[in-house]
């Protein structure tokens, strides 16, 4: 472990190589991985290190914890960056309604947060609501589904950043429900190929 942080920390090499060793993280120790990742979980809040190793150590390390946990949130409520995407991932993992109770938390006050948290927020509320089509939707009430679909089409009608724009339409569609689908395909401001698109994913 301290090898590797030695590595981390230091300033005279290359951050691409500070990643390819994060990426073996699993593998020192003989094949053991982390003994202990409190010494990697303060790196995430160094502004010293690149988002890109930030987004390496956060998929490398095991969030089960609770004050993992709250590392995680703390990040996803302070950051507006690719970072955020992944702690909210790995807060879903370990604590699904956690995650969900987030998402709806950043949706509810979204004039507080950035375009990175807003996006991880509708796209973690995506797969919960694609998740439960599975199984059947009378578990989900009808006002949350046209609450979801009204705000990220809010959010897409007035997008100015095209990847913001791509993952709120993709959001709805992703929940495979006629009402998505219905929003999407009556919408003349959507592209062509997307619409198809939604066709295709809820045939």
């Known amino acids: 472990d301290e090898d590797v942080l030695d590595v981390l920390k230091n300033n005279e090499i290359s951050?691409?190589?500070?990643?390819?060793?994060l990426e073996k993280l699993a593998e020192i120790?003989?094949?053991k991985g982390i003994k202990n990742q409190a010494p990697f979980e303060k790196l995430l809040t160094d502004e010293?290190?690149?988002q890109?190793?930030?987004l390496a150590i956060?998929?490398?390390?095991?969030?089960?914890?609770i004050e993992s946990l709250e590392l995680l949130k703390e990040i996803v409520y302070s950051e507006n960056s690719a970072i955020t995407t992944n702690a909210l991932k790995q807060i879903k993992r370990a604590k699904p309604k956690t995650a969900l109770d987030i998402s709806n938390d950043i949706m509810a006050n979204y004039m507080k947060y950035g375009d990175y948290q807003?996006?991880?927020?509708?796209m973690t509320k995506s797969e919960y609501?694609?998740?439960?089509?599975?199984?059947?939707f009378e578990a989900v009430d009808d006002k949350e589904i046209d609450d979801y679909i009204d705000f990220c089409s809010e959010r897409f009608q007035i997008a100015v950043d095209n990847s913001f724009y791509n993952a709120m339409v993709f959001s709805v569609m992703n929940i495979h429900h006629i009402k998505a689908v219905r929003t999407i395909i009556v919408d003349d401001s959507i592209d062509d190929l997307l619409r198809r698109a939604c066709v295709v994913e809820n045939y």
């Open 15 to 21: 951050d691409t190589t500070k990643h390819v060793i």
């Open 29 to 31: 120790n003989n094949g």
């Open 48 to 50: 010293s290190v690149a």
């Open 52 to 54: 890109s190793n930030k």
């Open 58 to 65: 956060i998929n490398a390390l095991d969030f089960e914890k």
């Open 118 to 122: 807003i996006k991880a927020a509708v």
């Open 129 to 136: 609501l694609r998740d439960m089509s599975v199984n059947n």
